[in-house]
């Protein structure tokens, strides 16, 4: 199985700040990396597919980068809504694994 | 619209047979290139992908679990069935499913989850 390393595991920002979290794969996934938001006790919701595309109705204050085994997400100016857990997961090869999520705190 | 929801006991014993079942509409799990998985959470926890299945029956699994997953599909019922044997109390998990795009794609749209609760 790939494994996914995801950095921080969780991290306190304010309002309008710029946040960045990465995630590094055990092998080379090219552009194969998804990024997810979850709510507690919500379903994830994804945000960016293949490494840096948006999904339908994601803020463009979110962007995603990076290929082979490094890759970034980044909110550009961090909202209210945006506290939450934040995963990794590759799609270059089944098992689809994920990392172990990174949690965006309330400074 | 695509919507998802597991359905399945909210409890069951150790050593028992787990059966989820994924009611999906808004897309047919006989087009091509479409897929529908199954990913758990255990309370606190990181999500873990437990199986995927695809419009052609290409069925693939996680390693760790492949002895004790099974995941069929019912295209006329809309359908997927997971089954998972020999549930220890460490399978407590929300299980959620999720339609997937590709095969080297995404989870795009995701069930509520259901929690299920492996204990005595």
């Known amino acids: 199985d790939i494994q996914m390393t995801q950095s921080p595991s969780s991290l306190s920002a304010s309002v309008g700040d710029r946040v960045t979290i990465t995630c590094r794969a055990s092998q080379s996934i090219s552009k194969y990396l998804n990024w997810y938001q979850q709510k507690p006790g919500k379903a994830p919701k994804l945000l960016i597919y293949a490494a840096s595309s948006f999904q339908s109705g994601v803020p463009s204050r979110f962007s995603g980068s990076g290929s082979g085994t490094d890759f970034t997400l980044t909110i550009s100016s961090l909202q209210p809504e945006d506290f939450a857990t934040y995963y990794c997961q590759q799609s270059y090869s089944t098992p689809r694994t994920f990392g172990q999520g990174t949690k965006v705190e309330i400074k | 619209q695509i919507t998802l929801k597991e359905s399945g006991p909210t409890l069951v014993k150790p050593t028992q047979t787990l059966t989820l079942t994924c009611t999906f509409s808004?897309?047919?799990?006989?087009?091509?290139?479409?897929?529908v998985g199954w990913i758990r959470q255990p309370p606190g926890k990181a999500l873990e992908w437990l199986a995927l299945i695809y419009w052609d029956d290409d069925k693939r699994y996680s390693q760790s679990l492949k002895s004790r997953l099974t995941i069929t599909k019912d295209t006329s019922k809309n359908q997927v069935i997971l089954t998972m044997t020999n549930m220890d109390p460490v399978d407590t998990a929300t299980y959620y499913c999720a339609h997937s795009q590709g095969y080297s794609g995404y989870e795009d749209y995701w069930g509520q989850g259901t929690l299920v609760t492996v204990s005595s």
């Open positions: 808004g897309f047919s799990l006989s087009t091509s290139g479409v897929g």
